[in-house]
């Protein structure tokens, strides 16, 4: 098992730049989670999906976020255009919703700077 | 808001010497779960305590259940260097198809050699 795979690891753009973060669940599972971490706010749920279909987006900070799951392999999570302010961890996680209180299994994140 | 509030925010205890987070939350749950996170890494599940659980254990980890007080507690026993990471608790809610977990800002645990 490879657990949540999350590329890049460090990514650094400048302002106004289109930023888009990877994310491969683990086989098998069929939710799917992206938080951000910040030393101010802690770690925030941003948005979730379940079979694919996004179900609660309700913490996506603003417009210039989205996030999609083409299929049950791949997810990314794009900010368009990127800010100072958008500075943080970004971690993609996922576990097996069939089963009630499976545990989530996370990312090792990718570390966004933005110029 | 659903997440958990961890406390204290931070401990600081020598080696072989216990440490006990707290952990409360406000509505009915379903289950309750533990994890850590060690710097630069992603949170790795440690405990799952369901809602008609009292105590439960792991190694040397004991988690405890008041769902009375919405509360919980996480003790690690004989503490380790190694054990120094951040610790969140997550209620967990649920109801029909969706499942999420959130987090509070954690515990950050340091443990001196």
């Known amino acids: 098992d490879a657990g949540v795979i999350q590329s890049p690891r460090h990514e650094v753009t400048e302002m106004g730049q289109e930023v888009t973060l990877r994310c491969k669940p683990i086989s098998g599972h069929n939710s799917l989670f992206w938080y951000r971490q910040t030393m101010m706010r802690g770690l925030e749920l941003l948005i979730y999906?379940?079979?694919?279909?996004?179900?609660?987006d309700s913490g996506m900070p603003e417009d210039r976020f989205s996030a999609k799951m083409p299929n049950a392999s791949f997810s990314t999570l794009k900010i368009q255009p990127s800010e100072p302010r958008d500075s943080a961890v970004y971690f993609c996680a996922s576990t097996s919703s069939d089963r009630m209180g499976s545990p989530l299994h996370f990312g090792n994140g990718t570390r966004l700077t933005v110029t | 808001s659903q997440q958990g509030e961890e406390d204290p925010q931070a401990l600081s205890i020598q080696e072989g010497e216990n440490a006990t987070m707290n952990c409360s939350y406000k509505?009915?749950?379903?289950?309750l779960q533990w994890y850590r996170q060690n710097s630069g890494r992603g949170l790795v599940h440690l405990i799952l305590i369901r809602s008609n659980e009292r105590e439960k254990h792991s190694g040397r980890l004991r988690v405890t259940l008041d769902t009375s007080k919405k509360s919980s507690s996480l003790l690690i026993t004989a503490s380790r260097a190694a054990d120094t990471a951040s610790y969140f608790c997550?209620?967990?809610?649920?109801?029909?198809?969706?499942?999420?977990?959130?987090f509070g800002k954690g515990t950050l645990l340091t443990v001196n050699p």
């Open positions: 509505t009915s749950i379903n289950n």
């Open positions: 999906f379940n079979n694919n279909v996004p179900i609660d």
């Open positions: 997550a209620p967990a809610y649920s109801g029909g198809s969706n499942y999420k977990l959130t």
